[in-house]
């Protein structure tokens, strides 16, 4: 007798995080699944949540089991952004992996426009667009921020690491708006999993940078949601912005530090200059105030500066200059 067939491995894998997403997460689902694009599996990760979420997961997957399945770490552990998508990315089969946060919502086109990028140029690793940051659902008004410090080309290593945030100053990917190759996603070695929530997205994006080529679009792939409670506002409230953003740069400096091929000294000089404020008393005080990103804070970085100059002028040996 035959054995049957294998099943056909799905074109792409959609990395679905959750944590306590009860409002959202329906909505955020029903855009998977309004994809024009068919081809897919979809992986709801759970990182132990307590609320109705859950239960929604288990309903989607109960309704289609032969493109959605429910995961979760043993226990029921609530194990952090990282390690919850890396939980997706083990079980995924696709040649493709795209996330999506329980939050957000994609457009109908967002699979089969991005595979079509990614399909004419295969040295890419990752494609992402412009991202609405999408306030309209709340009553506000929505603005549209271009991914990236340029727009339809390919992007080769390590421009991005310099151009963008955290390093440079353009706009970076939002987690939700990308679409990653599966082979470059573990050629290197996927989430960071000590970072637990805020930077999670920048730790791996960092190394993917380094390593595979990127574009950004200006095609409009995702309504980004923004609301008071997230990751990205509580830090921020909480004043922890700048002791997070230190972590990151000097994990980042030692990862540079310990690659098998020495990076160019472009990156090296981005990393220690970003790390300079934070390795000189007087600056690193200043930085930890939390209203230093808040509102003022170019003046308080002007204050900053022309402390550290007084500073060092004070320290320098009599007879300089």
């Given at each position: 007798?035959q054995?049957?067939?294998?099943?056909?491995?799905?074109?792409?894998?959609?990395?679905?995080i959750?944590?306590?997403?009860?409002?959202?997460?329906?909505?955020?689902?029903?855009?998977?699944?309004?994809q024009?694009?068919?081809?897919?599996?979809?992986?709801?990760c759970?990182d132990?949540?307590?609320?109705g979420?859950?239960?929604?997961?288990?309903?989607?997957?109960?309704?289609d089991?032969?493109?959605?399945?429910?995961?979760?770490?043993?226990?029921?552990?609530?194990?952090?952004?990282?390690?919850?998508?890396?939980?997706?990315?083990?079980?995924?089969?696709?040649?493709f992996?795209?996330?999506?946060?329980?939050?957000?919502?994609?457009q109908?086109?967002?699979?089969?426009?991005?595979?079509?990028?990614?399909?004419?140029?295969?040295e890419?690793?990752?494609?992402c667009?412009?991202?609405?940051?999408w306030r309209?659902?709340?009553?506000?008004?929505?603005?549209?921020?271009p991914?990236?410090?340029?727009?339809?080309?390919?992007?080769?290593?390590?421009?991005?690491?310099l151009?963008?945030?955290?390093?440079?100053?353009?706009?970076?990917?939002?987690?939700?708006d990308?679409?990653?190759?599966?082979?470059?996603?573990?050629?290197v070695?996927?989430?960071?999993?000590h970072f637990?929530?805020?930077?999670?997205?920048?730790?791996?994006?960092?190394k993917l940078?380094?390593?595979?080529?990127?574009?950004?679009?200006?095609?409009?792939?995702?309504?980004?949601?923004?609301?008071?409670?997230?990751?990205?506002?509580?830090?921020?409230?909480?004043?922890?912005?700048?002791d997070?953003?230190?972590?990151?740069?000097?994990?980042?400096?030692?990862?540079?530090?310990?690659?098998?091929?020495e990076p160019?000294a472009?990156?090296?000089?981005?990393?220690?200059?970003a790390?300079?404020?934070?390795?000189?008393?007087?600056a690193?005080?200043?930085l930890?105030?939390?209203?230093l990103?808040?509102?003022?804070?170019?003046?308080?970085l002007?204050?900053?500066?022309?402390?550290?100059?007084?500073?060092?002028?004070?320290?320098?040996?009599?007879?300089?200059?």
């Amino acid at each position: 007798m035959q054995a049957p067939a294998a099943e056909a491995a799905p074109r792409v894998s959609i990395v679905v995080i959750f944590l306590n997403g009860e409002p959202y997460i329906d909505e955020a689902i029903a855009s998977v699944m309004a994809q024009t694009m068919e081809d897919f599996e979809l992986l709801l990760c759970d990182d132990g949540s307590t609320d109705g979420s859950t239960a929604t997961a288990l309903g989607w997957a109960a309704r289609d089991p032969a493109r959605v399945r429910y995961l979760e770490h043993e226990g029921h552990a609530n194990r952090g952004m990282s390690a919850t998508r890396n939980l997706g990315i083990a079980a995924a089969r696709g040649d493709f992996i795209a996330f999506l946060d329980a939050d957000d919502v994609w457009q109908p086109r967002k699979l089969a426009e991005q595979t079509a990028v990614m399909d004419a140029h295969p040295e890419l690793g990752m494609v992402c667009g412009t991202v609405r940051y999408w306030r309209s659902w709340a009553g506000g008004d929505d603005v549209l921020v271009p991914t990236g410090h340029v727009q339809n080309r390919v992007v080769p290593p390590p421009e991005a690491t310099l151009e963008l945030y955290p390093l440079g100053s353009a706009a970076a990917p939002c987690p939700s708006d990308i679409l990653v190759r599966r082979e470059a996603v573990e050629a290197v070695g996927g989430f960071e999993e000590h970072f637990t929530g805020f930077y999670e997205d920048q730790g791996f994006l960092a190394k993917l940078y380094l390593a595979r080529p990127v574009l950004f679009s200006d095609v409009v792939w995702l309504d980004y949601r923004q609301r008071p409670d997230s990751c990205v506002a509580t830090v921020t409230g909480e004043g922890r912005y700048h002791d997070v953003r230190r972590y990151f740069l000097t994990w980042f400096e030692d990862y540079v530090r310990r690659l098998p091929e020495e990076p160019p000294a472009a990156v090296r000089a981005a990393v220690a200059r970003a790390l300079r404020p934070y390795r000189r008393p007087v600056a690193h005080a200043v930085l930890s105030s939390p209203g230093l990103f808040l509102a003022g804070g170019r003046r308080r970085l002007g204050r900053l500066r022309r402390a550290v100059a007084r500073r060092a002028r004070r320290r320098a040996p009599a007879g300089d200059g």
